[in-house]
C-alpha cells in the first residue's frame, strides 16, 4: 500500500515527529544535531508573529527558508552521517512504514511513530533499533 501525502501534510508528520522523538532519536542513537546559528537565528526572527516559539518550530522553518539540517553520527565515527532539506522532508515521510503514518493520520502517534519517521526522512530506512 501507498500513501501519498502532500507537502504541508509531510511537513507536519515531520514537524510531528520532531516534538515527539527528536531528543530521544538523537540521545539513543548517539547523534548531534546540527545546524548554522546564524541560520537558525534568521529562521528564528523571521517567526517573530507567534506567541511561544519552539525549538521545532525554528528548525522547520529553516527548512522552509532552503537551509539544511544535520546529524552528526557520534557513537559510529561519522558512519551515519547525513544531512537534509525541505525536499527530502515532502519526498520521504510518506515512504515511512504505513503503520506509523496511519498512526500519525489518525493522531495515535507515540514515539516509535516519530522515530520511524525521522530516520525515514533523515536516513530514508531504519538505520537504527
Known sequence: MELK???TESEEFFYNSMCNGLGFVLNAYDLDLQYSD????LAKESLTGNDVICFE???IQML????KLTIK????????DCTIGLEDVHSRVQRSPIKHL????????????ADAILQHVFYGTYIFG
Open 5 to 7: 501525502l502532500t507537502t
Open 38 to 41: 546564524d541560520e537558525y537565528k
Open 57 to 59: 518550530d525554528v528548525l
Open 64 to 67: 522552509r527558508m532552503g537551509y
Open 73 to 80: 553520527d557520534i557513537g559510529c565515527d561519522g558512519e551515519f
Open 102 to 113: 496511519m498512526d500519525m493520520a489518525n493522531m495515535r502517534d507515540d514515539g516509535d511513530t
